[in-house]
């Protein structure tokens, strides 16, 4: 269970700081374009971690459905 509270933790602290950042952004250039840049920041770090981090799960859920099948 602490697993869970520690991703809850994670998830709770990076909604915050997302919301100084943005709010730091806004304050410097204005409310269209500081949530357009965050916006896009963003979204270009979820793709860039997508492409070069995230690993392809697939061959470790048909191991996972095998041994469910098998058993």
């Known amino acids: ?11 709770y602290a990076a909604v915050a700081i997302a919301g100084v950042v943005t709010a730091y952004i806004v304050n410097l250039i ?9 916006g896009i920041v963003v979204m ?19 191991s996972c459905i095998k041994e469910t099948i098998l058993q």
């Open 30 to 38: 204005g409310a269209r374009q500081g949530l357009f840049i965050f």
């Open 44 to 62: 270009t770090l979820g793709l860039l971690s997508s492409i070069f981090y995230v690993k392809e799960t697939t061959y470790h859920a048909l």
């Open 1 to 11: 269970m602490l697993v869970n509270g520690i991703n809850e933790f994670s998830g």
